[in-house]
């Protein structure tokens, strides 16, 4: 079974700068779809970044242009750079597996623990 390990988060001031990484263990890093989610406090949890199948990357808005998703294949880590940080980026941050097959995700969803953001004015 997969298990899913995020690390790297913290808590800083409006613009500044936190990497959060997703290491991937207990199954092959190509077999999964993985999404970064994150979940503010009485919020829903909701997608951020994501690497399709087919390598492009995908952001939700209220990122994009701020956060980067990247992925070591060879170290089974996948990384969200996230630069210019403002306190609504503040939430819990989790990693997502999805079943990898073919060119589609499909099947189980698998959690990390996830990572606490906090970004102070």
């Known amino acids: 079974q997969v298990q899913l390990a995020e690390s790297g988060g913290g808590s800083v001031q409006t613009g500044e700068s936190l990497r959060l990484a997703c290491v991937v263990s207990?199954?092959?890093?190509?077999?999964?779809?993985l999404t970064w989610f994150r979940q503010a406090p009485g919020k829903g949890r909701d997608a951020v970044a994501e690497?399709?199948?087919?390598?492009?990357?995908s952001y939700a808005a209220s990122v994009k242009g701020r956060f980067t998703i990247s992925q070591d294949n060879s170290q089974s880590t996948l990384y969200l750079q996230m630069n210019n940080l403002k306190p609504e980026d503040s939430a819990i941050y989790y990693c997502?597996?999805?079943?990898?097959?073919?060119?589609?995700?499909?099947?189980?969803?698998?959690w990390g623990q996830g990572t606490q953001v906090t970004v102070s004015v």
């Open positions: 207990g199954s092959p890093y190509n077999r999964w779809c």
């Open positions: 997502r597996a999805k079943p990898r097959r073919g060119i589609f995700c499909d099947g189980q969803d698998y």
């Open positions: 690497i399709g199948s087919d390598g492009v990357a």
